[in-house]
């Protein structure tokens, strides 16, 4: 079963969680949306344990520990993601 955010216990001391949920998950991104929520993560205690959750989870929305989707896929997938060769 998935964890969702409620339960995990970091998720509380988030600097985001005073924040509008908007500025994480816009429905129209820009640059100025993703640059404002990385200033909020930048000062946030758990900057680290939310960016490990989101790359081990593979959240495919929003702004997590600092990361943009784009962000977070380059670092789970260095290479670029390829297809296997049974495909």
Do not use: Q
Request: hydrophobic content about 35%; charged content about 30%; aromatic content about 8%.
């Amino acid at each position: 079963m998935r964890k969702t955010v409620r339960e995990i216990g970091w998720a509380a001391r988030g600097a985001c969680r005073t924040s509008d949920p908007e500025l994480f998950f816009p429905l129209m991104p820009s640059a100025e949306h993703e640059a404002r929520a990385k200033e909020v993560c930048a000062g946030c205690p758990v900057i680290k344990d939310c960016r490990a959750y989101a790359l081990r989870a593979g959240e495919p929305e929003g702004i997590w520990g600092g990361l943009t989707v784009e962000e977070r896929r380059s670092m789970r997938f260095p290479n670029g993601w390829r297809r296997s060769a049974a495909s």
